[in-house]
């Protein structure tokens, strides 16, 4: 039988070579599904082709930021024409004031913005400007949350209900660990002990974590850190990077009702282009250099590309009707999934919010980085594999979301369903 990956495979030798791992990110791998990673050769709409021309429906959708799909036209329409008069200049650009005056006008808790080129980027500038802000050092954040890869958020916790961080990562020295503070998600004491010394900068939080599977904040969580850091004068930081625009027009924040004091964003803010921001009250941001002591800078922060992919991207979801699209798809995709589980007598827990889910494989309720670790992790890798032999392309861990976007279609949801139902059979 002719291998179905062979130049995948042929160019996986070859990366190996000159690219750690192969990869430039490293869940691209596939290693913790326990297979090689399919090269992609093109995207269009809903579905990828691979090096060896395999079609597959995708449920990565790039980690997120694709919510309209591969190649869509208006999307590239706007890159060609703003690339035409330039790519970039490192001075400032009439489009970088509509990007901040948009993402305010749809987030107004952003009252000021900065852009930046990823959410790692963001993050980093938001803690080191609530630092700046508050005179204090320690940052609180939820044990499974992820934000990005500055040494600071590298931090795996201890043990107890809430703990002094331990690197999570070699080469993140213990200086740069010891004040993050790791609580689990969802536990509202824990931040509320972390926070009563007075000596914390900032509580950094995903207002829906979907970096340790998607897990859903309780009621009463959200609402209830805004109350504690505004009691201790600490600065509430909604990671928003993987959130907004993604669970609601205007992120989680307005989906719940919750303002933070600083909002980090990116992933579908830049179209599929590299642009992320940071932002919020104006107090806080007027600290930022030129105006104030932190600095924070970057070469193509702003780049005019990213810029014209964003705001079409916004432009284009604000239009009526897309995010009740983007919920009947994702309602019927996690339905589906669920029910196909139960069918095959799987243990499964499915957490969802909007376009964003998560299959565990475990009985639930998965309520934190804790309960998450509960599920079969070998049997996701059996399922992801499966799964991708039958033309579906999700995300390689259990521990991450996957993506519905504008582009599918009900027909291919039936399809991912279809697939499902025999990648679970036996
Ligand atoms: C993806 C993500 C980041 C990091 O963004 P990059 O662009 O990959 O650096 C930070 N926070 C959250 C919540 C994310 O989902």
Request: charged residues 20%; glycine residues 12%.
């Amino acid at each position: 039988m002719a291998n179905r990956y062979e130049r995948s495979q042929a160019i996986f030798e070859r990366a190996k070579a000159v690219i750690p791992g192969g990869v430039n990110s490293p869940v691209r791998a596939c290693r913790s599904v326990g297979t090689d990673p399919a090269f992609v050769a093109q995207g269009d709409g809903a579905a990828i082709v691979d090096a060896d021309g395999n079609r597959y429906l995708d449920l990565i959708g790039s980690w997120g930021p694709l919510i309209l799909g591969h190649t869509h036209p208006e999307i590239l329409e706007a890159i060609k024409e703003t690339m035409a008069s330039g790519t970039t200049f490192g001075a400032p650009t009439e489009i970088e004031v509509r990007f901040a005056e948009a993402l305010r006008d749809a987030l107004p808790s952003m009252e000021m913005v900065r852009a930046v080129s990823s959410g790692t980027e963001s993050t980093m500038s938001a803690l080191r400007l609530a630092r700046g802000f508050t005179g204090r050092a320690k940052i609180i954040k939820a044990d499974g949350g992820y934000h990005g890869h500055a040494d600071c958020l590298l931090v795996a916790a201890g043990s107890g209900a809430a703990t002094l961080g331990i690197p999570g990562s070699a080469g993140v020295p213990e200086g740069a660990a010891r004040d993050t503070i790791v609580v689990p998600y969802n536990d509202l004491p824990a931040v509320e002990q972390a926070l009563a010394g007075g000596d914390v900068a900032a509580v950094i939080v995903e207002p829906v974590a979907g970096n340790m599977g998607l897990v859903v904040p309780a009621p009463g969580y959200l609402e209830g850190l805004r109350a504690a850091c505004t009691k201790h004068g600490t600065v509430l930081i909604f990671d928003e990077v993987m959130t907004g625009f993604r669970v609601a027009w205007g992120g989680a924040q307005r989906l719940y009702g919750v303002t933070p004091d600083l909002t980090t964003i990116g992933k579908v803010i830049g179209g599929g282009l590299p642009a992320a921001a940071f932002g919020g009250r104006a107090d806080i941001m007027q600290k930022l250099a030129p105006l104030g002591s932190v600095y924070q800078a970057g070469t193509l922060s702003g780049n005019p590309l990213a810029m014209a992919a964003g705001l079409k991207t916004m432009e284009i979801l604000a239009r009526p009707g897309t995010y009740e699209r983007l919920e009947h798809l994702g309602t019927k995709l996690g339905e589906g999934l669920f029910a196909a589980a139960q069918a095959a007598g799987v243990p499964a827990c499915l957490n969802r919010v909007g376009s964003m889910l998560t299959l565990f494989f475990c009985a639930g309720p998965v309520t934190d980085y804790a309960t998450a670790k509960t599920a079969d992790t070998a049997r996701f890798g059996t399922f992801y594999r499966r799964m991708r032999e039958r033309g579906v392309f999700l995300p390689p861990s259990q521990f991450e979301a996957m993506f519905v976007s504008l582009a599918h279609t009900d027909e291919d949801v039936q399809q991912i369903l279809e697939a499902a139902r025999g990648a679970l059979a036996d």
